[in-house]
């Protein structure tokens, strides 16, 4: 009897050591691939007929995706919910930019507080996060998978080591002057990066090291206005929106000549998103000191409007080509 005992614990201990391993490898496998692979997934939160908003929230320091034509809230990430250690949420006060990367699967995200972060849409995961700090206002994914941000007030871009493994022991991080920071932007055709400071457009080649990251200035071009603002490629064109304290211009990076458009009497605008036909071209213009609870197209039309919201600036949730090649995964420079 205790031999028939014997085996029959002896079978159940191999089993259950059996189903023990299996569960550790499946385990390992799942966390290697969320910090290092796209993850292929099923996006029921965007749907493919429908006309999403991406909006930064500074009455609630969030993102915001809304739906244009239901006018509603459908997803928000608040970093204290959604992979931010306590001690660092404060550097996602005041959200100033968010940017669709990666076939429009994650976003890019900074804020007034000095914090960077890359999150997936899907599971709402902080797959990366920095602290850049001097009024961080733009942020750019660099061909390699590094990240590089603008910080306005302390007058630099700064260029991370986008290691997503390690990002909270150690990283490394390489600081770049340029005055009133604003804004950055890769041209994908050209090998370069675009960032226009003050009154003057700036043009910069990457070193393309992983590990130690840098950028070398190539040139700079004067503008026709100052306090230069937010720069954003024109959908589906070799262009780029430039807005500055009092107008908004379109940029040709072919031939560096910045033109003034329509609407370039409208003063203030922080940001400007187009689309396809079909879409309306919007342009964020506060109401009260920096925010409105309403975004309009170039026409003044309303496209979205909550009550409360404090919105700084608001883009179109559309792949961005001009940027990034088309079908990329997302890349970890480790």
């Known amino acids: 009897m205790y031999s028939y005992y014997f085996l029959q614990m002896k079978n159940y201990l191999l089993i259950l050591g059996s189903c023990l391993v299996q569960f550790i490898a499946g385990n390992y496998k799942d966390n290697r691939s969320h910090k290092h692979e796209p993850v292929a997934y099923e996006d029921t939160i965007i749907q493919k007929d429908k006309k999403y908003l991406l909006i930064t929230d500074q009455s609630q320091n969030r993102i915001l995706i809304a ?37 429009g699967k994650y976003l890019l995200i900074v804020a007034s ?20 700090g001097g009024n961080t206002h733009s942020a750019e994914v660099l ?42 932007v890769w041209d994908q055709k050209r090998q370069l990066l675009w960032s226009a400071g003050r009154n003057k457009l700036y043009t910069y080649k990457y070193n393309f090291n992983c590990h130690k990251p840098d ?15 937010d ?16 107008g908004v211009f379109s940029v040709n990076p072919a031939t560096k000549k910045v033109t003034a458009v329509g609407a370039s009497s409208i003063k203030d605008i922080k940001n400007v998103s187009s689309g396809p036909a079909d879409y309306a071209t919007i342009m964020m213009q506060p109401k009260t000191s920096w925010w409105s609870d309403e975004i309009k197209d170039d026409k003044g039309k309303t496209i979205f409007k909550l009550e409360g919201l404090k919105i700084y600036k608001a883009r179109w949730l559309l792949t961005d080509t001009f940027s990034y090649p088309q079908k990329s995964g997302v890349k970890i420079c480790m």
């Not at 239901?70 to 959200?95: C, H, M, Q, R, Y």
């Not at 306005?152 to 990002?167: C, E, I, R």
């Open 113 to 132: 507080g000095g914090g960077v972060a890359l999150v997936r849409i899907s599971d709402k995961k902080t797959v990366f996060y920095a602290y850049a």
């Open 67 to 103: 739906d244009a034509d239901a006018g509603k809230i459908t997803w928000e990430w608040k970093p204290e919910n959604d992979g931010v250690l306590p001690k660092d949420a404060k550097w996602f006060s005041a959200p100033s930019d968010v940017k669709p990367v990666y076939n």
């Open 143 to 184: 061909p390699d998978g590094n990240i590089v941000t603008a910080s306005s007030t302390a007058n630099y871009l700064m260029v991370f080591n986008t290691d997503t493994l390690n990002f909270h022991d150690s990283l490394y991080r390489n600081k770049i002057y340029l005055p009133f920071a604003h804004n950055v």
């Open 231 to 246: 720069l954003y490629p024109v959908y589906g064109k070799d262009q780029l929106w430039l807005t500055t304290l009092t």
């Open 215 to 229: 950028l070398i200035l190539v040139d700079s071009t004067i503008l026709p206005d100052k306090d230069a603002h």
